[in-house]
C-alpha cells in the first residue's frame, strides 16, 4: 500500500535532513509547505495538521523509524513559532494496561448529558467533571478552570491542554492540572505532557504540576494517567482504571477489596 500525502511530506522532510548518528533533526513548517510544492501535493488548509497527526494519531514511516537508535524512537517537539524538531527518545506510547484492576465508581453523569455524549474527548472530559474522577484519581479537591486552553510557551510556541483543573489538597497546598483528553482512534502523546509541564512552569510557576491524561478503554471504563519529568521524556507514575456503573453495581465485596488496595503514593 502506498504512502499518504502526510507520510509522503514527512519522509522528505526528514530524510532531507537527517544525518546518521543524529538524534535531533530541525524544521520548519515552511518545509511541509516547499515539500508539498516539490511532490505535487496538494496541502490541507491546515498545514499543522499534517505534524498533528504524527503527534497524536499515525505512527510516523517506517523509513523515519527505522533511523531511531537502538531502543529509541522518534516524536515531533515544538521549539518555537513555527519551528520543530526530530527528536529521539527513549519513551513509548501512553497506552493503558490489560492487567491493571478496574474500580467501580457510580456513575453521577446527568441522564440527559449521557444519552447524547459521544465516545469522542468532549463526552470524556464531561464524565470527568460530572464525576469527580480527577479528585478521586489525584486525592486533591479540584476545580475546573479552562476547557481547551491554547496559550503561547516560551521556546515552545502554541500549545494546547484540553481541560486545566486547579486543587487544594488538605495542607492548603495549590495544585494545578492539566488534562489531556482522548477518545476514538487518537493517541495519547509524550510530547503534548511535556507541553504541559512547560505550560504549568510558564503560566503556574507557583502551583505543584501534575499533568493528567485519560483515554476511554470502553464507554464506561476509563484510564487515568499521571506523570513525573524525567531525563529527557516523561514516565508515568501512577494508572488507574474507573468503571462507571450505576449505584446497584457497586456490592459489598467490591467495597471490601477497595478498602484492601494499598492508597496510592
Known sequence: ???????????????????????????????????????DILLPKNIGDVIYSF????????????????????IIRSTGRSRYCFVAVTGQAIVPSQMLAETKVPDATPGIVAM??????????????????????TGVTCYSLQNH???TVPNMGQVETDELYIGVDRRGAHYVFPVQAKGGKDRLSIVQIEQDFA?????FPELICRPIATQFMDDSLIALFEFEQ????????????????????????????????????
Not at 504512502?3 to 511541509?32: H, T
Not at 447524547?116 to 484519581?137: C, M, T
Request: charged share 30%.
Open 1 to 39: 500500500m502506498g504512502k499518504n500525502r502526510y507520510e509522503q511530506i514527512i519522509e522528505r522532510i526528514f530524510l532531507s535532513k537527517y544525518q546518521p548518528g543524529m538524534r535531533e533533526v530541525d524544521f520548519l513548517r515552511q518545509d511541509i509547505i516547499d515539500v508539498a510544492e516539490e511532490l
Open 55 to 74: 503527534r497524536y494519531r499515525n505512527s510516523l514511516p517506517d523509513s523515519v523509524l527505522s533511523r531511531a537508535p537502538t531502543g529509541f524512537t522518534w
Open 116 to 137: 447524547y455524549a459521544l465516545s469522542d474527548e468532549q463526552a470524556l472530559l464531561a464524565k470527568l467533571r460530572y464525576n469527580r474522577l480527577i479528585d478521586i484519581f
Open 149 to 151: 486552553l491554547r496559550t
Open 199 to 203: 505550560l504549568c512552569a510558564a503560566k
Open 230 to 265: 524525567a531525563q529527557d521524556t516523561v514516565r508515568i507514575v501512577i494508572e488507574r482504571h474507573y468503571r462507571l456503573v450505576p449505584f446497584d453495581h457497586v456490592s459489598s465485596a467490591d467495597i471490601e477489596v477497595y478498602r484492601g488496595r494499598l492508597p496510592a503514593e
